[in-house]
């Protein structure tokens, strides 16, 4: 398992989406899956990318490198004088003049969202978010607001150049440009037997400069050795793409497959840091069920594993599952501060609890082969 993970999360690393990364970890699953005995396939679908060609432009035409445009961004261009105002509350922004200006605000305390509207509403033109930890401001969105001016992150040294011009009154432009498009990303598959009748599964895909340690590269490796250890005519294995842009890979899997066949699927999402362990489940019964019974297993075992709901925020593959009608849940030993970002490395996953969970997954994966 901890192979897997070096593979997955310090040799490869960052497995975006869509990305050449994303098909190098693809092929290292499948790779491995086949070595296992499956009849293994790379499956592949449409995911939603975005390609960002968003700038700042300074007054001698020169750019800057950092620039990215945040989720949901109008894409617009304007250009104007600089003004830092601090996190951008609304207490942070009375008394300055904005009209027509391009604000420049730190990351963090007030969601985006509200720093651009607290920023339109003043009057700026254009905001500019500098991050708050290394590198460039990655996955940043908007929310569901109402923001009408372009709003893109910079990071710290490029933050820094342009508060030297706040002073001279320099015109910039900001451009924001995010666009959409469909590009090809992949499920693997590993299948014994005619028919899969079950089956465990883990999203590989991480997200931009995260190298997917325990979100999850842990899952990933346990799907793997699970797959090694427990070899069951009808038991099928698969590894996600394109989890984290929303399910996309799951998603497409489930379309293929006739659920009133299937009997249960056990996904696993975060299995290398126990912090909370939990036995995720929709709101269907049937899954619900699932849990509870895995649930006791584990409590048999000396494990405290209850069942649990993710936050309205969260979710994983299960959730594909069980709305085709598979009973379906996610194991995970919780939520883990540094997901999505560039700790989430191999060190960061916990050998003794990627074991534990390990066990605890297995105890589950045989009590539901043997009913
Ligand atoms: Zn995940």
Redesign the pocket.
């Known amino acids: 398992m901890l192979a897997h993970l070096r593979v997955l999360a310090s040799e490869i690393g960052p497995r975006v989406s869509t990305t050449i990364e994303e098909r190098q970890a693809a092929e290292y699953i499948a790779g491995q899956l086949e070595a296992a005995g499956y009849a293994t396939t790379i499956e592949p679908f449409d995911a939603g990318s975005t390609v960002d060609g968003s700038t700042v432009t300074l007054a001698d035409g020169s750019t800057l490198e950092s620039t990215r445009a945040l989720l949901n961004t109008p894409n617009l261009a304007a250009s104007g004088r600089l003004v830092r105002a601090g996190l951008g509350r609304a207490v942070d922004l009375v008394d300055i003049d904005l009209q027509g200006a391009i604000l420049m605000l730190d990351r963090g305390v007030v969601q985006f969202g509200t720093k651009a509207l607290n920023a339109q509403n003043a009057g700026a033109v254009a905001l500019i978010i500098i991050n708050n930890v290394p590198g460039p401001l990655v996955n940043g969105t908007l929310g569901e607001t109402d923001v009408s001016i372009p709003v893109v992150g910079v990071d710290q040294p490029d933050g820094s150049a342009l508060t030297l011009l706040v002073d001279g009154g320099e015109t910039v432009q900001v451009v924001a440009d995010l666009q959409s498009i469909t590009a090809p990303s992949w499920n693997v598959v590993g299948r014994r037997g005619e028919q899969c009748s079950a089956y465990v599964g883990a999203?590989y895909d991480s997200v931009a400069l995260a190298p997917g340690g325990n979100?999850?590269g842990s899952g990933t490796a346990t799907m793997l050795e699970l797959a090694r250890t427990h070899r069951a005519g009808g038991l099928c294995f698969l590894a996600f793409g394109s989890?984290e842009v929303g399910l996309v890979g799951s998603s497409a899997f489930v379309e293929g497959i006739d659920a009133d066949r299937v009997g249960f699927m056990l996904n696993l999402?975060?299995m290398g840091k126990r912090t909370r362990p939990a036995f995720i489940a929709g709101s269907d019964s049937a899954s619900r069920q699932l849990a509870d019974r895995a649930a006791a297993v584990a409590a048999k075992a000396g494990y405290e594993v209850p069942r649990e709901a993710f936050p309205r925020s969260a979710s994983?593959d299960h959730a594909s599952f069980s709305a085709a009608g598979v009973p379906a849940i996610t194991i995970t030993s919780g939520n883990d501060e540094v997901i999505h970002q560039p700790l989430d490395t191999f060190e960061n996953v916990v050998r003794e609890d990627l074991a534990a969970m390990l066990e605890i997954a297995a105890l589950v994966l045989q009590d539901l082969l043997l009913r």
Do not use: V
């Open positions: 999203h979100d999850n989890e999402d975060m994983s």
